[in-house]
Structure formats: C-alpha cells, structure tokens
C-alpha cells in the first residue's frame, strides 16, 4: 500500500512539476508577450497536479482500506464523487494536450506584438517601466541567436539609439533626422546583439546596405554575419518544442490515472460483492459495469428523460389562481337545490 501511494502521489507531483516549470519559462519572457493566453496550459497542469496529488492519495487509502471489512463501506458513498473528479482530471490532461497545439497561433501572434513593442521600445533607457527593455532584448538576441522580429531588417524600421547619445549638431544626424517625416534617427544597422560569433568576419552593425562603406562587401549575396532568424521564430520554435516534449508525459499521466480509476472501479465491486456473501472471505468477482454497455446506456437514459419529465410543469395540474376559487364558491353558494319531483 505503501509504495502504491508513493506511485499515485509521484503522478500528480510530476504534473505540478511540469506546470511550475512552463509557468516560470513563460513568466521569464512575459516582457516581450502581448497577453498571457497562454498560461492556460501550466495553469491547468498546476490544477490538476494538485487535485491528482489529493485524489491519488484518496485512492491509496482506500486500496488500503479494502483490506478490513469494517474500514471499507465509509469510503462507499465518497467513491462516487471521487470517480468523477479523476475522470474530470484526465479531461483536463487531454485539453492540456490539445490546447498546446492549438494555441501556437495566439503564441506567435502575442509574440509578434510584444516583440515589436520591445523593438521600438529599445531606446527609452531612462523612462520609467521601460528601463530594462534594452537589456531585455539584447539578453533574449545572444541567448536564442536571433535578430529583431521577423529578421534583421526589422531595426532598420525604429530608432533604437536614443536622443541622449546623438550629436544633434552633427550634419549627418541632422539630414538623417530631417529626411525622416516622424523626425526619427533611422539607420541601416543592428544592435551588438545581433551579431553572431560564429562568422569569421567582425561584425558589421552599421551601412548594411552600403555595398562600398565595407571592403569586399556584397550586400545582396554576401552572407551577413548577423543571426539570420527572426526572435518570434526562434521563441515560438522554443516553446512549442517545450509544450511538444510535455505531451508524453502527459499522455503516461492519463493512461496511469485511468489505469487507478479501473482498478479502484475493480476493487470497489469485488469489495462490495465480498460484503454481501455470508462469508466475506469468500471470492467474489468485480466488475466495470453491473449491466452490459448499452443496458446501463438505456438505464442512464431513463433516469435523465424521468428528471426532465419531474422538472416540466404539467398544464393540466396548474395552479387556480385565488380569484377564481372565490369565483367557484360564490356562485356555489347561490346554487339553490332543486325540488324533489312530486309524487
């Protein structure tokens, strides 16, 4: 019994593991993520770890339990509730699965806003809630080898070097700025970050498109030693590969937790068939369903169609409002009673 609810407990310890780990992986990037919607699956993973944790240990008590007659019918009437909660939690395991799959569009499109933000933002090192944007970004470019949004090309779009380090009375800042409408400093250039170390050339940040700023340079073929992914690639690549290698444990959580709901189911029948025999030490057979798939079908059908009928209300059984009983007994009551015939 023992190594029985170590097993049912390390079930619903992994899954909370898994949720606090996604939890914390997307809690670490929420600067560059539009909305949360994703957090659904380690929220879920985090329910449902702790529920399995508590309805785990239930079931360990009561295999413990089936051992001695007179421990065993408290749990009867608890059994039910805790067949449709272990049931409820292998749902919410299979909408976890689904879920990672089917969110992948909101994740690139949250991260395609946040990304964007956090681009444009880049330069506002001194206004207050956007201090740590520029570490943000360039911290997220080394680690995952990527530049900008979609690719590099995307810097050339923002002013990412802020007024503070421009010489305003420089002529190439000022024809910079004034053949700009918005009044922006734009450039042909990347952040260092953007740089890959793996390219035998230094880096190049700055007149990317200049064929003749840079000696034996081709901007059109040459093959820049910049990151050529996008970081929205790059991190939905990252999570998706996270949400994907989460499935099979998942999948081995749902199998082991219907394994525990027929085996209790089992043991529940075998037990119960135990007590009603004259000798409890006898041998009794347990069972899934007392009746065959579509008898116990028809027998749920029954009960459901008798609620309905019991909530409908029947017209013919209405109620007479209280003007019309005291309608009814005023013209009872000058009813007169005829005369008998004469004889």
Not at 92 to 100: D, H, Y
Not at 311 to 319: H, I, K, L, R
Request: glycine share 6%; charged share 20%; net charge negative.
């Amino acid at each position: 019994a023992m190594l029985l609810k170590i097993k049912f407990m390390m079930c619903g310890a992994f899954v909370f593991s898994l949720g606090v780990y996604l939890k914390i992986e997307l809690l670490r990037r929420a600067e560059v993520m539009e909305n949360t919607e994703i957090h659904v699956v380690p929220n879920i993973l985090l329910l449902v770890g702790l529920a399995s944790m508590g309805t785990n240990w239930m079931a360990s008590r009561v295999c413990q339990d089936s051992m001695d007659m007179s421990r065993f019918p408290r749990w009867k009437v608890l059994l039910l509730a805790w067949f449709a909660v272990a049931a409820l939690l292998c749902c919410l395991l299979v909408a976890v699965v689904v879920l990672s799959y089917a969110l992948q569009g909101r994740l690139e499109e949250s991260l395609k806003i946040g990304l964007r933000n956090g681009i444009r933002f880049y330069k506002d090192t001194d206004v207050p809630g956007r201090c740590f944007q520029k570490e943000t970004i360039d911290r997220l470019q080394i680690e995952f080898r990527c530049c900008g949004n979609n690719n590099y090309k995307d810097w050339f779009e923002v002013q990412w070097v802020s007024n503070r380090y421009l010489d305003l009375t420089s002529k190439d800042v000022k024809d910079r700025i004034r053949s700009n409408v918005d009044g922006r400093f734009l450039l042909d250039g990347v952040p260092f970050s953007c740089c890959n170390p793996a390219s035998p050339r230094p880096c190049l940040q700055y007149q990317l498109t200049d064929n003749h700023a840079h000696f034996n340079y081709e901007y059109q073929t040459e093959e820049l030693n910049l990151y050529a992914r996008g970081c929205r690639q790059a991190l939905t690549d990252y999570y998706m590969g996270l949400m994907n290698s989460t499935g099979p444990g998942v999948l081995s959580v749902i199998l082991i937790q219907i394994s525990v709901i027929v085996s209790l189911r089992y043991l529940q029948t075998a037990v119960e068939g135990a007590m009603a025999l004259e000798n409890p030490e006898d041998e009794s057979v347990g069972y899934l369903l007392e009746k065959g798939l579509k008898e116990t079908f028809e027998e749920l059908k029954a009960k459901v169609l008798d609620m309905v009928k019991l909530a409908q209300v029947d017209p013919t059984t209405s109620e007479v409002s209280p003007e019309a009983q005291e309608a009814e007994k005023g013209d009872n009551a000058t009813k007169t009673p005829s005369p008998p015939p004469a004889s």
